[in-house]
């Protein structure tokens, strides 16, 4: 598993008041358990400073994984192995030894190096979360039209945006260690 990064949380008031936790990947392993520490330490921010009742009607807006080494090629790199089953659903590696009917000779690393070439070739973007990633196409061939999700503020609806990229089904998304990786296919 991998145990560098952090959580990006984003806590939102409906009049638009943003706070913002940083949690460490040690303490939360999933964005689940990332959410629900920045509600407990909201909680105890707002009981601090004596906060009214009614600021406790908060949503979470976004959670965000910061991987701490950012690499695109390491990334898909990582997303091979998994797919080939050489790293363990946690992380890690898996030993040869754990599946005696799998030779790991040079064909399956020719296989390998195969693979990863192709989905290099299919890669679309990568960056630090998904949002980073379709921000940084927005006017390539490649990239995603946010003007439909953005509001008169600005503000970019990225729940919308996730929920159309999965209903299209044409591409594929993978969080690694390294990074978010999106890709064709």
């Known amino acids: 598993m991998n145990t560098?990064?952090?959580w990006l949380v984003r806590m939102q008031h409906s009049t638009g008041s943003n706070w913002e936790y940083v949690i460490p990947l040690g303490e939360a392993p999933t964005a689940a358990h990332a959410r629900a520490a920045a509600v407990v330490r909201h909680t105890a921010t707002l009981q601090r400073y004596g906060?009214?009742?009614?600021?406790?009607?908060?949503?979470?807006?976004?959670?965000?994984?910061?991987?701490?080494?950012l690499c695109r090629e390491?990334?898909?790199a990582w997303v091979v192995l998994r797919e080939a089953e050489a790293l363990y659903p946690g992380g890690g590696w898996r030993s040869?030894?754990?599946?005696?009917w799998e030779a790991r000779g040079e064909g399956w690393r020719q296989e390998l190096r195969a693979?990863?070439?192709?989905?290099?070739?299919?890669?679309?973007?990568?960056g630090a979360t998904f949002p980073d990633v379709?921000?940084?196409?927005?006017?390539?061939?490649?990239g995603w039209d946010l003007a439909p999700y953005t509001d008169q503020t600005g503000h970019i609806s990225w729940a919308a945006v996730i929920g159309d990229v999965r209903k299209a089904a044409t591409t594929t998304v993978w969080r690694t260690p390294y990074?978010?990786?999106?890709a064709d296919g």
């Open 74 to 76: 390491r990334a898909t």
């Open 115 to 126: 693979a990863h070439e192709e989905l290099r070739s299919r890669v679309l973007g990568h």
């Open 4 to 6: 560098t990064g952090t």
């Open 134 to 142: 379709l921000k940084a196409l927005v006017g390539r061939p490649q």
């Open 96 to 100: 040869a030894g754990s599946r005696p």
């Open 179 to 182: 990074g978010v990786l999106w």
């Open 51 to 69: 906060r009214p009742a009614v600021w406790r009607k908060i949503t979470v807006a976004a959670v965000q994984f910061r991987p701490e080494i």
